[in-house]
């Protein structure tokens, strides 16, 4: 008998150049598992950062609900790149302008500015250590020491939570830090009890943020949208910024906006690359 997931289309899309892949399950009594979302990740062509499973919501008053994976297996409660593919996925299949998405952070609103350029409302910064999460109290959330130190790592950094956690690192050359080095251990670091998103922000201008981010369960990544939000949250607590900046990343920019409500605001670019579906033998070895 063939897997229940063989056939199904997905969208290979990116978000900014984050490397995104849309399964639509609404409809549909399936759920993913973490062996079944690596396995999709090993079909030719669908390698991804992250992998967004849309379902039925739990409750009416939103369109779908979302899973997120991480190409490692792993779940995240929050990725605003793949939010905002998800939401074109939505929009294409039945023309919704703006939907409302229950995720494991909390419901997210996203809709389309131009046909190609979403906006994704990622709700409230968590700045209290538990919510990020840290592994103690380390008094302000801006001003961390990464203690146990990291050998060049830098010594100070800002933690945030986007419904998932971030280190933020300001540096005076973000394309010069070694993330492939660094990004591995700082990710594992005893501080951060479910491991972190790194991110080293080059401040170019007040609202001008060159940004490169080794992202839990993936590596270096062409964009991090929640990595972007988180950085604009610790340049404006710093001091380094307004609330609202470009955040240049190497797949493309974000508009980031920390609104007077709190909510963090996040637009840019969605590119649909291909549409395919999910082949049986991807799925070889796993139990139906
Ligand atoms: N690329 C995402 C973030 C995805 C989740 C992250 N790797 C995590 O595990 O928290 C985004 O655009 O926000």
Redesign the pocket.
Known sequence: MPHALAGRPVLRMN?AG?EILVLDLRGAALSVSPQEARAIATQAGLAY??LMVIHDPRERSADAALT?Y?VDG?L????????RCAAFALARAEGAPAVVFETDAGRVASWREEEFYFRVDMGRPRLAWREIPLARDVGDLADVALDPPVPGAPARFSAVG?G??HAVFFVADAEGVDLLGLGPKIERHPLFPE?V?VSFAEMRARDDILLRVF????GP?K???????ATLVAAAQTGRAERRARVRLPGGDLTIEWRDDDHVHMSGPVALEFETTLAARTFEGLAA
């Open positions: 978000g984050n950062d992250q997120i991480n792993s995240s409660a929050a990725c605003g790149n793949g939010t986007m998932n956690p491991r998103n992202e839990r369960g993936v990544t964009a991090c949208g929640s990595a972007a939000c």
